[in-house]
């Protein structure tokens, strides 16, 4: 195996999870299937370059099919948070009319319905999601990302002021066809802008749960750059935010074309040349995280036993795709969790969670009110589901899984 940036052999084991299903693996409620496919989950990390990344990377075709489940615009902390980049953006270099804007990977076109009708809007994903974004005007061009598609868009859309890549840097296979693709289409003097899970956040939170088959790679500051500046393309501004527990944003350009940003309220420049705000991460770093993933199922286990014990109920919120990892990793089924709530309309409801047999059935008032605890698979967004749970009724317990297993 070698290093899926720089093709360092010198790779080092930060984490192994052992094998658990593909998380969007969701069987429907009845099938009798006895076998689920399990793969290994385990994350190496290259001490040349800082990139961490899964030992073991799906096709796109298993990972990101075109039935996708998951949508955006449900969370309002990403409808939030995109409208924040668009707002940014606009302040840092602000399109005209008739410019192209591409979304890689845009689900159903959450971000791009920020942008004016005036501009171009482009959404280049796979899922069939992405017609959802007619309703706002957006034209939807189903493919995978690659050099070979920029082509294609460059000869059917030409080329684009600005691309942007939101939680999809870190999940293709092939990162440096993926560069080139941005290169092909992206014009003179245009930004690319990106947003990724943070590793060091990861660790210091032990985010295991973040670690699953759609997420090829996990970055920081640091290993981005490399990847940049292996295109050709440089930093010219970034800032940490809050999604999945702890991101990063960052604006590049190519080299040739790197120019200063205008002054923005924030963390943008003043902050690139510090080494804190790098976040370097080494190998010595993963033996806590390990240490605290450890713990957590143990931790997990004790307290889903004095629950059982009790004779009551837990009902999990949210069936995310890192909760496929969670659940699998602390050896979790319907015996302990009764069934995962969505909210009405989630693709995922009538299925089983993967590889168990806990149910996802439709949130309603009857279910809330009758469970004793509501362990929050989605704890990344925590501070949005829990007065949206007692609004609806809920009067029990929370379960918070991580960064620390608590009641509260």
């Not at 299937?33 to 385990?42: K, L, Q, R």
């Not at 092909?184 to 003097?189: N, V």
Request: glycine content about 8%; some cysteine.
């Amino acid at each position: 195996m070698i290093c899926q940036s720089c093709d360092s052999p010198d790779l080092g084991l930060g984490i192994s999870l052992g094998y658990l299903a593909p998380c969007n693996l969701f069987l429907t409620i009845g099938d009798t299937s006895s076998h689920v496919p399990t793969m290994p989950h385990d994350m190496y990390f290259c001490p040349r370059c800082g990139l961490a990344q899964l030992g073991h990377v799906p096709p796109q075709l298993e990972t990101f099919p075109a039935s996708y489940p998951y949508t955006s615009s449900t969370t309002r902390a990403l409808r939030d948070n995109f409208r924040d980049l668009y707002e940014e953006h606009r302040k840092i270099a602000p399109l005209r009319t008739q410019d192209l804007v591409i979304d890689i990977g845009g689900n159903d076109g959450n971000l791009l319905s920020h942008w004016p009708r005036e501009n171009v809007r482009l959404n280049v994903t796979p899922e069939d999601m992405g017609k959802r974004g007619a309703e706002h005007g957006i034209t939807h061009h189903q493919a995978y990302w690659s050099a070979a598609t920029a082509r294609d868009v460059v000869n059917s859309y030409g080329v684009a002021r600005l691309i942007t890549a939101t939680n999809v840097f870190s999940h293709v296979p092939d990162l440096h066809d993926f560069l080139e693709g941005v290169l092909e289409a992206l014009s003179t003097g245009g930004i690319f802008a990106i947003e990724f899970q943070s590793l060091a956040d990861l660790l210091r939170g032990a985010y295991f749960d973040n670690c699953y088959t759609e997420h090829a790679r996990y970055n920081s500051l640091t290993s981005v750059r490399h990847q940049l500046a292996d295109h050709n393309m440089q930093v010219i501004g970034a800032r940490h935010i809050p999604t999945h527990g702890g991101s990063i944003r960052v604006y590049a350009q190519r080299r040739a074309d790197v120019r200063p940003l205008k002054p923005l309220v924030g963390e943008l420049n003043d902050r690139l040349d510090n080494p804190i705000w790098e976040d370097a991460v080494t190998i010595a770093d993963f033996a806590t995280f390990r240490e605290k993933v450890v713990q957590h199922r143990r931790d997990m286990q004790r307290l889903i036993g004095d629950v059982r014990r009790m004779g009551m109920t837990i009902v999990g919120i949210g069936a995310p795709s890192r909760a496929a990892t969670l659940i699998g990793y602390d050896g979790l089924d319907v015996d302990d969790v009764s069934c995962v709530l969505e909210t009405k309309g989630s693709h995922k409801i009538g299925k089983y969670m993967p590889a168990t047999r806990i149910p996802v059935v439709e949130e309603s008032a009857e279910l809330l009110k009758a469970a004793d605890f509501a362990l929050l698979l989605s704890h990344h967004i925590a501070d949005e589901l829990k007065p949206a749970l007692r609004a609806k009724g809920f009067a029990g317990k929370f379960i918070r899984p991580l960064p620390t297993v608590g009641i509260g």
